[in-house]
């Protein structure tokens, strides 16, 4: 408390002693404006009055175009500027737009700008604005748009914002902000853009005078501490294009609309509690009587208008909440509409063959509902349709021939229905990744045309009533998941199906029979014909004789094969390229690979086993099985890239060996195991100055790969558990940028289907974008920091309530006194000025903002420069810009 009051003292002290002589030509405001600030980056180099460039050509500067030219506008975004943000600048008579947003401005709300008279826009998005939000805040009169998203700004939104009427765009958007949100919104008639979204600790119901901001085109309110009913506001704002409710407490209906919203093109209200009949009204108040809709479709008049009302509409989110009742027919044919998302609600309706309007259409998600329908023959025609997942319906009928004609199809799910009949061949989807039909009543075979998509990674046709043979060509896909239990399947199952799946998922076909199952097959022991007549013990002897002298014959053949002179082993022909003089052969590593050598359980990718070498020397092997998607010339290139790196925290790779079915990575051998190990055993409790040597270990072993290898390499699955620990906790990064050698799809799916407890590992964008990119191993690095400083496990346990590490300090931080309470209690109080550095480092790692993360380099030096810090960390005691982390 004393170094915020000190903060704001001081402040009002620079603020009230900077006046000297007051400059008046406009280059002198400029530069007077420059020294205030720190200019870091010299971005502002040419801001001098030695250069010849005339001032309204200086960087960020605009000048009016008409005679005598003055400044109009400054525009000085992300360049790094901090310092003070002096009120001179509002000499400049004509400046209306000032814009400083992605800086590191860490100041309260500089009201003294009020006095710049023509400013109509200020941006300060995005820097460490806080303090809370002055009453005199109504003397920017001027203002047409105010950005102060992404800071820190905290408190009540004063009833005087109400005075700034020429508002157009006020964005509040991912700051701290408290209490109520006055009615007075509604004084802004011109605005035409509000933004109040990510204040997770507004408490509030949506102000009904919202309903008079006739101009407003977008209203966006998600992620916010609004609860109870929508009020009526959608009579006024026949502008609004986007409306984002989402993620809020809001219950109750939705208001009945009686005036369209024509230019609508997204509507979220998913992720609250809303209920009542499916929110007939947002395109037209003709569809209004929601109980005669269905009927109104059959007269076949007042659709079309509907259908008018809503041609825009794009997006449409209403899932997660308890609505009921039709979900119009029409709604389906909707020609701009790309995503509908309505799951886990209790709707019903038809889902009309007239699909094929909605040309555009790329998602359907509408699970756990009534639908009670046929699959229209139209989904066929959507060339868009990338997923389409209607599980626990009332969907019956036959899969329509055309259900993968989409030549983008990747995920179809529809599960636990009520479709009959076969299915059809799947030809034309050659992007499907998964397909699950299980629990209908489908009869027939499995078509062998699956195997042929060259993709598909996960199928589930459990609970069905098919028959036939596995097709044998299935074991040409790689299948992370292919359930067939509880099916009256029968034959031999292909041997690559059993070995690498779990037995329960062929479990319920009492007619299939090989290795593995409980039944072997007849035409295996050709005396099938026979059996009958021999007596049952006889039966089992012969059986199990035949089954050792097998398994003898097979071993010896085994043995043979692998110490044949060429190298073969099973199938594949090996190549070994060793750095590291290791005189082992892949048959000896085969051999010693077992159960017991195994280290930990499965890891992603393979298992690691220990391996002790005929010198005596161990060393760690990891088998990566089932990845040939890459070519050998391509797996061979790229494990030499990662082989050759040496850092003292990057595991060496000592050599590698690969067929077609498998490759060995062979690591040096750590003794200690893995970090994660560590932090798991809640008895070992390594010394604070421990922990931060392994962090600043493995920032530099991270900023490495990033930086200074070439390649530039990025790790793309860094947890705990892949930091191995010397004899002297020297930490060593493994695992690393195993997608160059699975190739990007097997990669990708492989973590799709990793225990789910480390994808808190993960960062939050990675749902949404494709690309991997630095800042994603940045966020995971400042989960493992988290750990580190806190003591705890990152995934939650089991139990319910407890939260993964980085919710759990987020919950915590913004209590007052909180950040005290998440570093690890059971270090001394000495070490904790150390590691509130150390978590203030951390939390700027997991920003949910990837942008606002630092490279890897930085935080070595932020986490080097903790050793010798004396001084009290500067701690920003919260980080709300990522209130967006749902709590
Ligand atoms: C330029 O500005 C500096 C300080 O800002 C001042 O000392 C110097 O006299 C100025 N030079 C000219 C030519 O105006
Ligand atoms: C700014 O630069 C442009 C092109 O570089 C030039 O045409 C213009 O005259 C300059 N403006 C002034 C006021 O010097
Ligand atoms: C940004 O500014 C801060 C404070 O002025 C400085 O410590 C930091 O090094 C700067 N960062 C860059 C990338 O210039
Ligand atoms: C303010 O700047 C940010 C960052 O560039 C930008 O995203 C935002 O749109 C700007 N605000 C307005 C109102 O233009
Ligand atoms: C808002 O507008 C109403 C009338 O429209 C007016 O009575 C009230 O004073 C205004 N509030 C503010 C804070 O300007
Ligand atoms: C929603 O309301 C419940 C109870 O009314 C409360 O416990 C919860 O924190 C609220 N959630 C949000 C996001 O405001
Ligand atoms: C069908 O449309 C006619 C007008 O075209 C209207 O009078 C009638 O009420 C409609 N029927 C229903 C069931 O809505
Ligand atoms: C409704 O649209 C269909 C085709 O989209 C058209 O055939 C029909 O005539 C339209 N009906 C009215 C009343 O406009
Ligand atoms: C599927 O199998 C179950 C049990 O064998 C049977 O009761 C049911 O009638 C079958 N359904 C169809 C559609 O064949």
Redesign the pocket.
């Known amino acids: 408390m004393a170094i915020f009051l000190g903060i704001i003292f001081s402040f009002f002290i620079l603020c009230s002693s900077s006046a000297p002589l007051p400059p008046t030509s406009e280059p002198d405001i400029l530069l007077t404006f420059k020294d205030s600030i720190q200019d870091s980056k010299k971005s502002l180099s040419d801001w001098s009055n030695t250069t010849t460039i005339h001032y309204c050509n200086w960087t960020g500067v605009t000048c009016s175009t008409t005679y005598p030219q003055t400044v109009t506008s400054i525009y000085l975004q992300s360049f790094n500027l901090s310092g003070e943000i002096s009120p001179l600048i509002c000499k400049l008579s004509n400046l209306a737009h000032l814009d400083l947003a992605n800086n590191i401005f860490n100041q309260p709300i500089p009201l003294h700008l009020s006095q710049c008279a023509s400013l109509e826009t200020l941006n300060l998005s995005n820097n460490l604005i806080w303090g809370t939000i002055p009453e005199q805040i109504s003397q920017f009169s001027s203002l047409k748009v105010l950005d102060l998203s992404r800071n820190h700004i905290e408190g009540k939104i004063p009833e005087s914002i109400g005075l700034l009427k020429n508002l157009e765009v006020l964005n509040f958007a991912s700051n701290l902000l408290s209490g109520n949100v006055p009615t007075v919104v509604g004084n802004f008639t011109e605005l035409k853009a509000l933004d109040l979204s990510q204040n997770s600790f507004l408490v509030s119901e949506i102000p009904a005078g919202l309903s008079k901001l006739v101009k407003l085109e977008q209203l966006l309110l998600q992620g916010s501490g609004f609860y109870g009913e929508i009020p009526d506001i959608f009579e006024g704002l026949v502008k609004l294009s986007i409306l984002d409710f989402s993620q809020n407490n809001l219950t109750g209906r939705l208001p009945i609309i009686s005036q369209s919203l024509p230019k609508l093109l997204s509507f979220d209200v998913s992720q609250n509690k809303l209920s009542g009949s499916f929110p007939i009204g947002i395109c037209g108040n003709k569809i209004m009587v929601s109980l ?1 809709l269905h ?2 479709f059959l ?1 076949g ?2 659709p079309n208008e509907s259908i008018n009302e809503c041609i825009n509409l794009e997006k449409f989110q209403v899932q997660n909440n308890m609505f009921s009742g039709n979900f119009p027919s029409w709604f389906w044919t909707l020609p701009k509409l790309k995503l509908i998302r309505a799951e886990n609600n209790r709707l019903s309706g038809e889902i009309p063959d007239s699909i094929s309007k909605a040309i555009e259409l790329e998602q359907v998600q509408i699970d756990n509902n009534s639908f009670s329908s046929r699959l229209p023959n139209g989904l066929g025609q959507l060339r868009n349709l990338y997923r389409f997942s209607a599980s626990q319906n009332g969907l019956y009928g036959e899969l329509p021939q055309s259900i993968c004609d989409s030549p983008v199809m990747s995920i179809i799910n529809l599960s636990h229905n009520f479709l009959s009949g076969e299915i059809p061949a799947f030809k034309n989807c050659r992007k499907l990744v998964s397909l699950s039909l299980a629990d209908n009543s489908l009869v027939g075979k499995i078509p062998e045309s699956l195997s042929e998509l060259p993709v598909l990674t996960y199928i589930d046709l459990s609970h069905n009533n098919l028959t036939g043979l596995i097709p044998p060509q299935l074991q040409n896909l790689k299948l992370a998941l292919f359930n067939v239990s509880f099916n009256d399947l029968s034959g031999r199952v292909p041997l690559p199906l059993v070995s690498g799946l779990p037995a329960s998922y062929l479990e319920g076909n009492p007619n299939l029979c090989g290795p593995g199952l409980p039944h072997a097959c007849l035409d295996d022991t050709s005396l099938g014909h026979k059996k009958a007549g021999l007596s049952k013990f006889t039966a089992v002897v012969i059986t199990l004789t035949l089954a050792v002298t097998l398994m003898m014959i097979l071993a010896a053949v085994y043995m043979k094969r692998c110490s044949s002179k060429e190298g073969r082993i099973g199938e594949g022909i090996w190549r070994s390229v060793f750095f590291y003089p290791l005189r082992i052969t892949e048959c000896d590593l085969i051999m010693s690979m077992n159960e017991k050598s195994a280290l930990g359980n499965q890891a992603t990718f393979g298992r690691v086993y220990r391996v002790r070498l005929p010198s005596g020397e161990l060393v760690a092997v990891k088998r990566i099985e089932n990845f040939t998607t890459q070519s050998p010339k391509i797996i061979k290139s790229e494990l030499k890239t990662l082989a050759k790196i040496r850092h003292k925290n990057i595991i060496k790779i000592l050599g590698f060996c690969h067929s077609d079915e498998s490759i060995f990575l062979i690591y040096e051998y750590i003794v200690k195991g893995s970090l994660g190990d560590v932090i798991n055993q809640s008895d070992s409790q390594l010394p604070w100055n421990v922990r931060l040597n392994i962090a600043i270990g493995i920032a530099q072993g991270l900023a490495y790969l990033h930086k200074d290898y070439v390649p530039h390499l990025l790790h793309r699955n860094l947890k705990s558990t892949n930091i191995l620990l010397d004899a002297d906790f020297v930490p060593k990064i493994t695992d690393f940028a195993l997608d160059r050698v699975v190739g990007e799809g097997s990669f990708e799916s492989t973590m799709a289907t990793d225990n789910p407890s480390s994808s808190c590992y993960i960062a939050p964008e990675h749902s949404y974008s494709k690309k991997p990119t630095e800042e994603m191993d940045t966020y995971s690095f400042g989960v493992i920091l988290l750990e580190l400083v806190t003591g705890r496990k990152a995934e939650s346990n089991e139990t319910e309530g407890s939260l993964d590490v980085v919710k759990w300090v987020r919950r915590k931080v913004n209590i007052s006194n909180g950040v005290l309470r998440v570093i690890d209690p059971n270090i001394p109080n000495n070490c904790h000025q150390e590691m509130l550095g150390a978590l203030e480092i951390a939390l700027h790692c997991t920003s949910v903002v990837p942008e606002k993360r630092p490279s890897m380099s930085d935080v070595v030096r932020g986490l080097q420069s903790l050793n010798s810090r004396t001084s009290p960390p500067n701690l920003q005691l919260s980080y709300h810009d990522d209130s967006s982390v749902p709590v």
Do not use: A, G
């Open positions: 005669s009927t109104n007269n008049t007042i």
